[in-house]
């Protein structure tokens, strides 16, 4: 008589196993690839935890949500607002706003005409911040570049670190018609514990506030108000 055949062996998968082979798969092996995106009227969203190439409209604004991945996002005529977590090669716009939440790298630089920038804690901009007509604000944030604006103000705010300069530039007669009957004297705040390595150079009036505990390079064209409260003085 034949000898039994021998039971199958049933080989069991740990959880620990799974985990880590989840883990060496990488966000990747469940990442959805957006790709690019072009509007011409309409806004675009970047959906959250997704990765994107280049999004682009014309007529409309940019969301891109909590953790969401583009190569780059532009718009003409609309606003950009990004989440927590992103990573942008380049955010820009011409007529809007761009407001970046915590956690944010931007591999470019963050650029509007006619709105304002602000980046929230803990932003890592490789390049520059630049508007022409609106304010910029950085708190707790990395920038490998300059911040440039000419009408705006400015507010390189606490534990904010600035590679390159701070500038304010004298307005080009090319914006003349939409600076007419515009007094606006900038206001530019060094706050606490805040660097900036470059120059801080002013083409125009403004008004500088230094915190006392931060750290700058040479002022040109401006005589620096030092302070030492939470908040800078009100402006004259």
């Avoid at 709105?115 to 707790?140: M, P, Q, W, Y």
């Amino acid at each position: 008589m034949p000898a039994p055949a021998p039971a199958p062996i049933r080989r069991r998968f740990s959880p620990f196993a799974l985990a880590l082979a989840l883990a060496l798969a990488g966000p990747a092996a469940f990442a959805q690839d957006g790709g690019d995106i072009d509007k011409v009227n309409g806004g675009i969203t970047a959906e959250a935890g997704k990765a994107y190439g280049s999004l682009n409209t014309v007529n409309g604004g940019i969301t891109l949500e909590d953790g969401a991945r583009a190569d780059d996002a532009e718009t003409v005529n609309g606003s950009i607002h990004a989440g927590n977590d992103i990573t942008a090669g380049s955010l820009s716009t011409v007529n809007g706003n761009i407001r970046v939440g915590t956690g944010a790298r931007v591999d470019g630089g963050i650029e509007t005409v006619n709105g304002s920038i602000f980046v929230d804690r803990r932003g890592h901009i490789a390049k520059g911040v630049e508007t022409v007509n609106g304010a910029i604000g950085l708190v707790a944030t990395e920038l490998g570049g300059s911040v440039e604006t000419s009408n705006g103000d400015i507010t390189v705010g606490v534990g904010s670190h600035v590679r390159g300069d701070v500038r304010v530039k004298k307005p080009s007669s090319n914006w003349l018609p939409i600076n007419l009957g515009s007094k606006h004297k900038p206001r530019i705040i060094i706050g606490p514990n805040a660097v900036v390595e470059g120059a801080l150079v002013f083409e125009r009036e403004v008004t500088l506030y230094v915190h006392k505990s931060a750290r700058i390079g040479q002022v040109t064209g401006a005589t620096p108000v030092p302070y030492d409260t939470a908040r800078a003085p009100q402006s004259e």
